[in-house]
Structures are given as C-alpha cells and as structure tokens.
C-alpha cells in the first residue's frame, strides 16, 4: 500500500495552531493526506485529534497557519494579500471534498435512513427525488443497510446508525472520508460491522483519515498512522513502524498502557 | 338579574364579543409566532448586531405588562404617525408583546437540536436556509408545541386588557352588560365561562396538533 504515498497530494496542513483561550489545542501541526491513502490518528484523549479533524474541516476554526485541499486554502479567501474568512457559500465550496462522520452520527431523527443519505442529494445537488433514491439506495447497500432503508434513526442501533452516517457522508462523493472517532460512542459488539464497512472503504481506494481509538484497525488498515501527544505530532509513519518499533518514550508509553487495558 | 336572563337578553352582543376575541387572538398569535420565529433566528445569528437587537426586544416586551405596551400604541402612537382603530392596535399590542415569549419558546427549541446536526449538515454544502427550514424547524415544532399551546392561551387571556382601549370583546362586553343590569356576578361567569370555552378549545386543538406532529 506504501505505492500510494506517489499519488497526487490532496490535504496538505502547515504550521496549524488552535488555542481555546489560553490553552493550546493545536502547536503546530504538519500533516499531508495523499489519494487514496489511509491516515489514522492515534493518541490519549485531549491530545487535539479531534479538533485537528475539524480544523481540516473547518467546523472548528483555528487561529494560524493553512489547510489546502487540492492546492486551495480552506475556510479562507485571500484577496490581495489580506486573508479574510470564507463566506458561508463559500465555506460549502471549500468543503465540497470532504465527507464528514461524527462519533455520535448526528443523524436527522425526523426522517428515515433513506431521507438521510438523499437529503443533500435533494436540496444541495437538486436532484430529482428518483435519481436521489436510487443513488441512496445504493448507499445504503454499500454499507449493508438496504433493508433498513425505511427505518427512522431511533429503530437503528449504534452501529446501523453510524453506517447510514457513512452512507449519507458517501452520497455526495467525497474526495477525502474524515472520521472522527467513529466507533468510540458504540457498543463493544457494534464496532466490528462498522470497521468492516470502513476497511472496504479503504480497500475501495477511498483516501480517509480517522481519528481512533482501534488500534487493531490502525495497524491493519492505515497506510499512514500519526500519533499526537500535547496537541504535537510525536511520531508519524508506517503501523508496522509506529506500533513495532515506537521511537518516543511517550509513543512506547501509551502504547504499553493500551496492551494492559486490553488484556 | 340572573345568569340565564343576562344570557337570554345579551346573547348576540355576547357571541359578537366571542368572535371578537377569537379573531383578535388568531391573527395576534399567527403574528407573535412568525415574528417570535424571527426572532429565535435573530437571537441565535452570527451577527452580533442582529443577536444584540432580537435581545433588547424580547427583554422590552416580557419587562412590559400588556396594558402598557397598548397604551402607548393607542395614545402614544398618533404621535409617531400610527392612527390606527382600536381592534388593529390591540392586535399589534397582541402580536408585539407575544412575539417576546415565542422567541424565546422557539429559541430553547432550537437549542436543544444538537449542533452535530447542523454540523452534518454544513459539512454535506446544505445552506443556513435549507438547515432551518429541514432540519431545524421540523424538530423545533415538536419540542415547541405544548409551551407554544400555553403561549396561547395566555395571550387569550392577556387579550382582555384591549377592553380598556375600548375594544368590543368579551371582558369589555361583559363589563358593558355589568353597567346596564347592575349585576356583577352573572355577566363576569358568563366572560369566565366564554374564556374557558375558547381556552380550552385551544389546549385540545394542542394536543391533536401534538400527535400531528410526532414521527
């Protein structure tokens, strides 16, 4: 899989700072995603992958440094120089290439699986209610919910929830997958059919980054993995090297507590 | 005179004063609910500016007791160029002064959709527009019914203060056959009587509305 590191860059972050107040978030991270390449984020809970997710994203703005989409600065206009914030509309624009899954899915509790995925389809590409269906309908059979279609959110369970969350994500065909924690909100019997559905993603040659707590999905299935500490990139490489031969204390030390906690 | 003879002598002055109040609420509350949606959207704006206004507003108008707010526009108001007829200022008094309550119903209703959503939605390119009006609004109206039913039927009874800028409805009408007869009791069980019909048609309306709207 190292191959695809070749293919063409698509996000490239320089130097991002985040700070809430006094406290620094993000200190500076740099990070590239090249096509279809599979990033995991690893790394103890406060340590900014999240916010780094949607810094990318641009849901949680951040105070300095870039995030380029295919050459292109996200969340900003720069206009002779002077850098000022993207429009609402222009926002949409910037993000047209990200596909978004939350930990907690935040699906629309007041329409059905199908109305989900095929909600953008409608009323941001106005697609006809026909075309919108049968390319939901596809959706959801990619992630293996098609009997489920008709299902509001409350008769799913976690897991069928956050697969028509990858299915609503997909539907409008992102170029880059950002998960953020994706099965850290499911049952411990759950997680599996939502990996499984991700790891077809990524075999598919979807370009992802995931933010996660799986370890096992980070060293079977990334082809990059970072692991952040403090809001700072620590150690970064191939699985095989980050979780065989960690080279920072802090890596060898997160790396030891996560083996106790899982026997 | 007794409560039947008031009713046999005043029927249709009685039930000309029921519509009144009936209408004088209806446009009142359709008003107040689509100016107090405006103004939930205002107060949760990304302008400040906007948030700030909706504020003093809604601040105003729940700081003001009713009677005030129509006093100044019925006496006050020639002085700004607005001469209107007694029953359009009681309906502006109405629907200016509910406008306060339902902002803030519809503000906790709004706020209690969790902003993940809305972030889904952003990040899937649906416009602010398109978020309020498909994903926000539907759910707001569910959470917002029974505080919005109770919305109502306050400002049905709020409505009596227009008889004292000499609106023909019902408290005024009452009072009207309260002078003629001499008798107090009877024509004030009738008002009460009439404002718990109208009141209570409402509450059930309510709650059909309520299962409506559940999915």
Known sequence: ?263 | MSTAEVMANYGPLLLAALATTVRICFIATAIAMLLGFAMALALQSRSRLLAWLARIYVEIMRGTPILVVLFLLYYGGPTIGLTLDAEPVGILGLSLYGAGYFAEIFRAGLQSIPVGQVEAARMLGISPRHIVARIQAPQMLRLVVPPSINQVIVLIKESAALSIITVPEITKVGAQISNETFAVVAPYLIVALLYWLVVEAVATAGFLVERLVRY
């Open chain 1, 1 to 263: 899989m190292s191959s695809k590191t070749r293919n063409s860059l698509l996000v490239d972050v320089q130097g991002l700072h985040k700070a809430f107040g006094t406290h620094t978030v993000l200190n500076g991270i740099d990070l590239q995603i090249h096509e279809g390449e599979v990033l995991c984020v690893i790394g103890p809970s406060g340590s900014g992958k999240s916010t780094l997710l949607r810094s990318i994203a641009f849901l949680d703005p951040y105070n300095s440094g870039d995030v380029f989409f295919e050459g292109r600065l996200v969340g900003y206009r720069t206009t002779g120089g002077v850098r000022r914030l993207s429009t609402e509309r222009e926002l949409n624009n910037d993000r047209a290439g990200f596909g978004m899954v939350f930990q907690h899915f935040y699906l629309w509790p007041h329409m059905n699986a199908l109305a989900n995925v095929t909600e953008a389809l409608r009323v941001v590409k106005k697609m006809p209610r026909a075309e919108a269906d049968a390319v939901g309908t596809e959706m959801l059979a990619k992630v293996g919910l098609s009997a489920h279609a008709a299902k509001y959110p409350e008769q799913l369970s976690g897991g069928q929830k956050q697969r028509v969350a990858i299915a609503r994500a997909l539907a409008v065909r992102p170029r880059v997958m950002l998960f953020d924690e994706p099965t850290s909100a499911l049952d411990p019997e759950l997680v599996g059919e939502v990996l499984a559905v991700m790891k077809q993603l990524a075999a598919e040659g979807m370009t992802m980054m995931v933010v996660t707590h799986e370890m096992g999905f980070a060293a079977h299935v990334a082809d990059k993995v970072v692991f952040m500490d403090a809001g700072k990139i620590i150690e970064s490489g191939k699985p095989s090297e980050l979780f065989g031969s960690p080279k920072s204390e802090r890596l060898q030390q997160f790396l030891n507590t996560w083996r106790e906690r899982s026997i």
